[in-house]
Every structure is written in C-alpha cells, then in structure tokens.
C-alpha cells in the first residue's frame, strides 16, 4: 500500500478554514484518496474521498493536487467539534474488493481554539 | 446509511477472565468485517479481517487462539478476548464495508470498546 505523510498536529481558530495537507508521493493510479477522522475515545469516521477531481460534501472538501502527489482537505469553518485526528489513506479501488485492508498512519491532531 | 454499532462501549474485567465484543451491521450485510486495537496516542493496529462463514484471517502477530473471532451471520462479528491481561487493556475498534457500493467507497466503524482488564 501507498504511504501517506501528514504532520503531527496542527492548530486553528473557531470559525476559520483549516488546510489540512497530506502526501503521497508513491500514489498509483488506481489509488482513491480516502479521509478519515478520529473524535477521542471514538471510532473512526469517513470525511470524504476522491481520486482526481476536487470534491465537496457536507463535511468537507478535498483537493488533489493535478499530479495526485498530494492532497488537502479543507475544512470551511472549523468548530470545536472539529477537533480530532484525521487520517490520510490510500486505498486502491481497483484490487481486492472488501478485503482491501487500510494502512493508518498517525494522522494529524486538529486543536481548535474558541 | 452504513451503521456498524458496537457493544460494549466499556468493559471492565478481571485478569484470566474472557470479554466478548460484538459488532453489528445495521442497514446492510457486511461479509467483511474488520478489528482493529489502539493504544493510547498511537493509530488503528489492524488485528484481523473477519470473513462470513470462514475462518477470520490474522494479522501477523496475533494470537488467533487469544482473539476469537466469530462470524457467524452476515450482520454480526464478535470478538473474545480470552484469558485477558492487563497489557491487553486497549480500545478495540471494528469497521465493515457496505458490499452493494463501489469499491472504492469509505469503510464505516463501531463506536469502539474500551477494555480494562484489572
């Protein structure tokens, strides 16, 4: 599986947008751009997903870099609920089906300040 | 859509003892479901892929006879953790996949279960 890069932790204000960058230099093209996010003493939860074009839905938006070596995921205005780790995941659409394990790194801790 | 509910939310045990956790896919059949444990400040430890009718496949590192895992029905996976120890004190997360969206669409997780072993 492709690996992601994402930085340890990050910082905004209430009410402002968050850019929330990862890497994936080695992405394939089958590779679809999957957002996760982790509330504490939560399970995960999807945000979004993508493979080429920007996306947007209720939650987010995510933009891909035209050479799909990076992605970002945009939270238009953060609230305190935002505040969580969120992962970064490549997952080939292509291959295996249901069984297609995801690798997690350590995302990055979003603190939201009020 | 795509509900995976997971319960216990927490379990307290004594040590020797076994803790069964179970998830359940609401609105949809999951043959694959997945568990995964976390430690504290650390990511998603996959441990096993939970398969409808077979046998579930581990991870490396895993002990299947320590981590039963049964599934039985295309809407339930349990987990038994058996003769528990403290270091297997951890947040035990499952995730399933709707079969009937494309491959390429996201998983959804149980809410996890916090287990304390003493």
């Known amino acids: 599986d492709a690996k992601t890069t994402q930085p340890n932790s990050m910082e905004s204000n209430e009410e402002e947008p968050v850019h929330l960058p990862c890497n994936h230099s080695t992405i394939s093209g089958t590779d679809y751009i999957h957002w996760y996010r982790q509330l504490p003493s939560q399970g995960p939860e999807y945000v979004i997903h993508g493979l080429t074009s920007n996306v947007n839905n209720r939650m987010a938006s995510l933009a891909i870099a035209e050479d799909r070596k990076s992605s970002t995921l945009i939270l238009h205005r953060a609230t305190l609920r935002d505040a969580a780790v969120y992962y970064c995941i490549l997952r080939d659409g292509g291959r295996g089906g249901n069984n297609r394990k995801l690798i997690w790194g350590l995302g990055t801790s979003l603190a939201v300040n009020p | 859509g795509a509900v995976v509910s997971q319960h216990p939310s927490r379990v307290i045990c004594k040590s020797g003892t076994s803790v069964k956790i179970e998830c359940r896919s609401l609105?949809?059949?999951?043959?694959?479901m997945f568990w995964y444990r976390q430690f504290p400040k650390q990511s998603l430890m996959l441990m096993a892929t939970?398969?409808?009718?077979?046998?579930?496949?581990?991870e490396q590192g895993v002990e299947k006879d320590k981590f039963l895992i049964n599934h039985a029905s295309l809407t339930l996976s349990t987990l038994t953790v058996t003769s528990a120890h403290p270091e297997d004190s951890s947040f035990y997360i499952c995730?399933?996949?709707?079969?009937?969206?494309?491959?390429?669409?996201?998983?959804?997780f149980g809410s996890g279960t916090r287990l304390t072993v003493v």
């Open positions: 995730s399933a996949r709707d079969p009937l969206r494309a491959p390429h669409h996201g998983y959804t």
């Open positions: 939970s398969n409808e009718g077979s046998k579930a496949t581990y």
């Open positions: 609105d949809f059949q999951a043959t694959t």
